[in-house]
């Protein structure tokens, strides 16, 4: 056999391996999806169905029986619901801005090399990724020492900063930001906060969305800093709301009560499962739809930010 005959031979061995391959992996990544998919599509499909089904039939994967009536009891209940979501809404903006800015600055300042203090603050940051004070240290400090309990602020705050996201920072500034960039700025007299928000900034794009995308959602889908500092029903998020409906089902009939609606009418119509269910996909929808726009520059940030050292 010729060495072209051999050549062709072995890619079209290769060839065959590598399609198997592939089909193995599509395989697989095709039943990952699915298991991700499939318990929405549930929801949902418990969110349109009526009680009356679930209560005989339990759930299903399409329903048996069509019904609108949890979304039209949300509807009714559309100061509730409005408040929780603007609460979420406001808590979710405030709080990715916040921690965008105190997390890149952070990232930034022990990124540079020639900065003194940049050991120090960087077992300051990484120290808490291993060890942390527990949640009664800091249900005291934020409670009693700052005076968190039952304002916005409480929802916030303990959420803005991690340290996992400042060494991502930190990796991202130190492989991709070239120094003699830095250095031709500061020569022309720019200090080191116009350094930052002219020029680090608006070529860090993918950064930011990646940092952005992680605070966004850990800010929309906290309930657990409503568990432990909210007691105002007023600060509740939609979130906090959800967790109630799951621990209790007659929360909303103790919040619609003060709108004049009988308890006892309301406990006995409300749609209580399908009820719970449009609330998650109510939570559920708008960062779904947010995602796909922020794809892009989540991949590659988060990429350049983990492997690149």
Known sequence: MSTRAKYESGLDKFNRVSNTTNVVFHIIFI?????????VIVVLSISFSSEDSIRNTGYHLIPTALSGESYH??????????????????????????GILLTTSMGYVISRPNY???GLLT???????????????????NSNLLGL?????ALILPLAVSSFNVIICKTFF???????LIESAEIDGAAQLRIFFSIILPISLPLIATIGLFLCFSYWNDWFQSMLYINDQNLYSLQALLNSLMSNVDAMAKNASTMGISYATLVATMPK????????????VPVAAAYPFFQKYFISGLTVGAVKG
């Not at 009891?73 to 916040?98: H, K």
């Not at 309990?149 to 602020?153: F, I, R």
């Open 31 to 39: 039943l990952l999806a699915l298991v991700c998919l499939v318990p």
């Open 73 to 98: 009891f949300i509807a009714q209940q559309g100061r509730m619901i409005s408040r929780a979501l603007g609460v979420s809404v406001l808590v979710t903006v405030v709080g990715t801005v916040l």
């Open 149 to 153: 309990k039952d304002t916005v602020w």
């Open 174 to 180: 130190r492989s991709t930001i070239p120094d003699g």
């Open 273 to 284: 499962e399908s009820a719970r269910m449009a609330v998650a996909i109510i939570i559920v």
């Open 123 to 141: 077992w300051i940051v990484f120290i808490p990724m291993v060890f942390n004070g527990g949640l009664v240290s800091s249900y005291y400090i």
């Open 116 to 118: 003194k203090l940049k």
